[in-house]
């Protein structure tokens, strides 16, 4: 009997929220239903089975001048479990709002994504980081804004540390044979550092400011397949 | 499955999981007159060179698009081939460098072609490379100095391996080649090593083994979906059931495709006496392997890889040899029991006595029976 390769697998969606990212946010939320199901069938597709996947969603703006500027979801598990209105109702509430300016919070977002309570179940493991944004991001070190309190001790001071954990230090749950970050940004700071530096990442630049218009499902979809 | 040039002594398959998909390339099993036996395999990286780009006619038939990874197996095969080929009779030193320049040239000429790192916008990023593929390639010939040995040059880079097979030794399958990875075998870490249009760095070490070894190149298809002592199982028992070498080619390629969740492919080299010795060999291991081939691997009692009580041991021994003969399921442990002071392996009794001879770590590679030295 095949044996095949069984995951499991945990997505952390970052995702820009401010007001010219409706483009790509009216795309999850009219996949967010499906995306469970194609993701398990792609990789059905390369004789790879979906033993557990769980989502989880953390939504940015910007710290500096957003009084919403981040909202942090659970992990929700959408397989094998047939009930995805948690998850649905979280992605439902993403409202793009506010923004104007660059830079964004979303090292910030990004921090927080790390710190995720990743499996360490089952056979293989994928942590996979995917990060929605048209805009650059503040630097760590410039400390913009005030940082609510469920979220200050998981941010680090500067971009050194956020890389440090990336490459695998113990206050992070993450595995580096298991981590991949999908970045969907700008060629700008910190993407056009991140994207061809660390370790496991993909990167596809878009142009700042359109809201990811041009990135279709199908292709975030493929991008996160190959990169499990 | 190809007999090969000196097909007496030579033997491949490759296999696709997906047909017109498959992204090992073509292997080699190949003598070379004044050279020794070629093996070597080639695995395309799937995840890394996902990339779909323009096929090249040059080395296949398949129309319309294909990934990188489909493309970098075989384009690596067919130029080391032709290196190998052009080397000259004795010429082993310069091979390294001449496949290493060759491979990187041809794989950077795919990336030139218009489209050739695919289409806009193009993605970036450390995980994606440009025609990525592993390589494991043995080089076998015999020593000159008439002492019934054959050196074996390895040369590799990435998760493909290259095995000694020798039935009579006290571990009969050996890995000759340590995975590019971090864990540097098995597990799931990335590959840190390949060839890619960005070029290649082989990893190479020298052997020398009995003249009767067999010498076998896989991609991790055929290994990684089996533990070693079902892998090591399945080609001894094979070999006692097969009619011929076509036959036990065949036979290893369809039971490995049947549990592989991967393409595969292989590539060996016999051996001294060819097929019909290494089968003449394996007969005495394949009656020690029998009787236990049942026992789960997962116990904590399995004879080969760990023994702990043996008192149990007996009891599965006794279990698993009544089963062996109708074939059945797997034995399950009656307990579990561990010991701090866990021998290593053991030798089955060869008969229907209850005495057991344990062979622990220290004994299981003695100088004299070592499979050979790294260079």
């Not at chain 1, 959408?78 to 948690?86: C, F, Q």
Request: charged share 25%.
């Amino acid at each position: 009997m095949s044996q095949g390769l069984k995951y499991h697998i945990d997505i952390v969606f970052c995702i820009d929220v401010t007001g010219s990212m409706t483009p790509v946010i009216d795309v999850v939320k009219n996949k967010v239903r499906s995306f469970p199901h194609d993701l398990r069938d792609a990789l059905a597709k390369k004789d790879r089975s979906v033993n557990k996947l769980r989502i989880r969603t953390v939504a940015f703006r910007d710290f500096a001048n957003d009084p919403e500027a981040m909202r942090a979801s659970d992990f929700f598990e959408v397989e094998p479990s047939t009930d995805l209105s948690k998850f649905e109702s979280f992605i439902n509430s993403l409202s793009p709002s506010g923004g104007g300016d660059e830079p964004e919070s979303a090292l910030e977002a990004l921090a927080v994504a790390q710190k995720s309570d990743w499996t360490h179940e089952g056979d293989k493991q994928r942590h996979i980081i995917v990060m929605f944004t048209d805009a650059s991001a503040h630097k760590l070190e410039s400390r913009v804004g005030e940082i609510s309190a469920e979220f200050k001790d998981q941010i680090p001071g500067n971009l050194d540390e956020l890389t440090d954990r990336w490459e695998g230090n113990q206050s992070v749950r993450l595995t580096k044979s298991a981590r991949r970050l999908l970045i969907f940004g700008p060629d700008a700071y910190p993407w056009n550092v991140i994207g061809d530096a660390w370790g496991q990442t993909v990167w596809l630049p878009s142009q700042a400011g359109k809201g990811l218009e041009d990135v279709e499902y199908a292709t975030i979809l493929d991008t996160i397949v190959n990169s499990i | 499955m190809s007999l090969a040039a000196g097909h007496e002594t030579l033997a491949s398959f490759v296999t696709e999981k997906r047909l017109g998909q498959g992204e090992d390339g073509d292997p080699i099993a190949c003598r070379y007159p004044d050279l020794g036996d070629a093996v070597a395999v080639f695995d395309g990286m799937g995840g890394a060179g996902a990339t779909q780009v323009p096929v090249d006619s040059s080395y296949t038939t398949k129309e319309g698009k294909c990934s990188m990874a489909y493309l970098a197996s075989r384009v690596t095969s067919t130029t080391i081939q032709k290196v190998i080929g052009q080397l000259g009779s004795t010429n082993l030193e310069s091979l390294k460098l001449r496949i290493e320049e060759a491979v990187k040239a041809e794989l950077a000429k795919l990336a030139e072609r218009p489209e050739g790192k695919g289409p806009e916008p193009r993605l970036r990023g450390t995980l994606l490379h440009d025609y990525p593929t592993t390589v494991a390639l043995a080089i076998v010939r015999s020593t000159l100095h008439g002492d019934n040995q054959r050196e074996v040059k390895v040369y590799w880079a990435g998760d493909s391996r290259i095995y000694a097979f020798d039935p009579e030794r006290i571990i009969p399958l050996q890995v000759l080649t340590r995975d590019h990875t971090e864990t540097g075998g098995g597990g799931d870490a990335p590959v840190e090593r390949y060839a890619s249009a960005a070029g290649l760095d082989l990893d190479e070490l020298v052997y020398l083994l009995p003249s009767t070894s067999a010498v076998i190149a896989m991609s991790d298809g055929c290994y990684a979906y089996l533990t070693p002592f079902k892998l090591m199982l399945l080609l001894v028992r094979s070999l006692q059931f097969s009619r011929d070498q076509n036959d036990w080619v065949e036979s290893v390629k369809n039971e490995i495709a049947v549990v592989a969740g991967d393409d595969t492919s292989f590539a060996i080299s016999f051996g001294e006496g060819g097929y019909e010795a290494l089968k003449r060999r394996t007969k005495t291991l394949y009656q020690k392997l029998e009787p236990v081939m049942f026992i789960p691997e997962t116990s904590e009692t399995n004879p080969f890889i760990l023994v702990h009580d043996k008192n149990q041991y007996q009891e599965l021994f006794e279990e698993s040899r009544r089963r062996c003969l109708t074939k059945s399921e797997e034995v399950s442990p009656s307990s579990e029991s561990l010991s701090d002071d866990t021998p290593v392996l053991a030798e089955l009794p060869p008969d229907d006595s209850a005495t057991l001879t344990v062979v622990t770590s220290k004994d299981v590679l003695t100088k004299d029976d070592s499979m050979g030295s790294g260079a």
